[in-house]
């Protein structure tokens, strides 16, 4: 992802299985362009996934069973000159031709997102800071077939459900028109969907 959309992550803590088809990741942190003052765009407790290890050696095909972020929380800043630092994972969206061959399917998407945060930088005062508490926790997707669409999901939800299209510059048709073939699974479906996938976790382990 750094190569991607060019910006840093840490990580703090890394696993993967003896058979290495399940990986966790703990305390992970995206951080913002050099150019903003906070250095923190997200921080994800936990990301977790289970993958189809044998299909990636012999095909170089990347298809996973179950993908699980937990975002507790998305930090979105304007600086003085009313620059907005997400604005910089826009490239993610656009894929070339050679991008479009290596696409990975995932068949379940779980993610659960606490809070986001809207930060605005003014000459001479403090920083206006408003909070947005989502607490979704039964939200999953199916299908979901690119890196492009999962990056495209975690900014609808925030776009959706902050009111903050207009300081990203974005309308829903605009981010919702790069999906295509993904279920949306919420409330019970969405936690029968992924109870099932999340059990591969201790197949896989």
């Known amino acids: 992802m750094e190569e991607r959309v060019g910006l840093k992550i840490s990580i703090t803590k890394f696993q993967i299985s003896p058979l290495g ?25 936990e990301i977790e996934l289970v993958f189809d290890f044998y299909k990636f050696l012999s095909k170089k095909k990347i298809h996973l069973f179950y993908l699980r972020i937990d975002a507790e929380r998305f930090n979105l800043i304007q600086d003085e000159a009313g620059n907005v630092n997400l604005k910089g994972i826009e ?30 930088y003014r000459p001479e005062k403090n920083p206006k800071i408003k909070r947005y508490h989502l607490g979704i926790t039964d939200l999953a ?35 919702s028109s790069n999906i295509k073939g993904v279920t949306v699974l919420t409330g019970k479906a969405a936690v029968d969907a992924v109870k099932g996938f999340a059990k591969l976790s201790f197949v896989f382990w």
Do not use: C
């Open 21 to 45: 088809s399940h990986i966790q990741m703990e305390g992970v942190t995206i951080e913002n362009p050099p150019e903003f003052q906070k250095r923190e765009m997200a921080y994800f407790p």
């Open 91 to 120: 490239p993610v969206w656009k894929e070339t031709p050679e991008e479009e061959e290596k696409k990975i399917n995932i068949d379940i998407f779980d993610f659960n997102v606490e809070d986001v945060y809207h930060i605005v």
């Open 141 to 175: 997707f199916r299908n979901v077939d690119s890196f492009r669409d999962i990056m495209t999901l975690i900014m609808l939800k925030i776009v959706s459900e902050t009111k903050l299209a207009k300081v990203l510059d974005l309308t829903l048709i605009k981010v």
